[in-house]
């Protein structure tokens, strides 16, 4: 799995923080965007074959790739405000692990999608690789992985992170997978909301106390400069 540091986790039955190290050779994804479809449902298994038949060889190299090992299925996708329903901007992502050259310290890129490498025709299959940390807040649930399931954990993750007055990107989400269809007991999930990065990307939490911060902060102001005003009218008389 890509490392990443515990940053801090209030109760086992609450949610964590963690922060993805900024490590190349460990951040490699394959990502299926832009699905045509309208359920988690189908954008996992969608996206999900394309990316396995990408890892069995049907690519621009025909090479055969593994997937990183305990590395979970990301399905990314658009929320409403309050996590109550999912609606458009699917895709469905996995890392891959690092293939070493024969010196053993050269990392291989992997290859390039081929032009049969997208789900059905639909979606767009891309190589990402990112380089710099993330952080992310994380609530685990079991069983399988349902919109409804998912959504309801990503609303109770949110009202903690509101409660909490640490800020999130809004309106978006990720839910990890972990275990294949095929296993029936002990499934591990996660749902995952973005910390806002320095690009800009909307928060939440915290934006009505900024708000009321910033008000505060001029009537403050207002109030200091009517005191210099009458402090200085007194010294004129």
């Known amino acids: 799995c890509p490392a990443f540091d515990v940053l801090a986790s209030p109760s086992p039955d609450s949610y964590s923080v963690r922060r993805y190290r900024g490590d190349p050779q460990r951040r490699t994804w394959v990502r299926v965007s832009n699905l045509n479809v309208s359920t988690y449902e189908a954008a996992y298994a969608a996206g999900g074959l394309a990316i396995a038949a990408y890892t069995r060889g049907d690519n ?29 901007s699917y895709s469905v992502s996995m890392f891959l692990a690092t293939e070493l050259g024969p010196d053993g310290t050269t990392v291989v890129p992997p290859p390039q999608p081929s032009n049969s490498s997208s789900a059905e025709g639909e979606g767009r299959m891309t190589i990402e ?3 710099g940390e ?6 685990q649930f079991g069983g399988f992985a349902t919109g409804r399931a998912s959504l309801g954990n990503a609303a109770r993750l949110a009202l903690a992170l509101e409660r909490d007055g640490l800020p999130y990107v809004k309106r978006r989400m990720e839910l990890a997978i972990y275990d294949p269809p095929t296993r029936f007991a002990q499934r591990h999930n996660e749902v995952w909301l973005l910390e806002p990065s320095e690009e800009g990307e909307e ?3 915290r934006e009505g106390e900024e708000e009321k911060d910033k008000v505060e902060n001029e009537s403050q102001e207002g109030h200091e400069e009517r005191r210099e005003e009458e402090e200085s009218e007194e010294r004129r008389r």
Do not use: C, H, N, Q
Not at 73 to 84: A, E, I, K
């Open 60 to 88: 621009a190299e025909g090479r055969r790739l593994t997937s990183l090992a305990g590395a979970p299925t990301l399905v990314s996708f658009s929320t409403d405000d309050d996590f109550s329903s999912a609606e458009d």
């Open 129 to 131: 690789v990112e380089t």
């Open 134 to 139: 993330k952080t992310i807040y994380v609530v």
């Open 203 to 205: 928060g939440g939490a």
